[in-house]
């Protein structure tokens, strides 16, 4: 399942992240997810990828893709 939102908040530290989808859900990313192989993300990116059970059964994104528009939220 596709999907689509913001990055709400990354922690350069750890490495990962949240993606709140357009839809109002909040899905954990890891930096290993960025399409484009960069280890960094700002909040507020507009972002897409694959909705994922990761291996402690918590919904994730993978292959997590930069999209050109930015959230005006």
Do not use: L, Q, W
């Not at 949240?18 to 990116?45: L, M, N, Q, W």
């Not at 918590?58 to 005006?72: F, G, I, L």
């Amino acid at each position: 399942m596709r999907v689509v939102g913001v990055i709400e908040s990354f922690d350069d530290r750890r490495g990962d992240g949240v993606v709140r989808s357009d839809g109002g859900e909040r899905f954990y990313f890891h930096c290993v997810s960025i399409a484009d192989g960069t280890r960094h993300i700002e909040p507020g990116v507009r972002v897409s990828g694959e909705r994922f059970v990761g291996h402690v059964g918590r919904d994730e994104v993978v292959a997590v893709t930069k999209s050109d528009a930015r959230s005006e939220n």
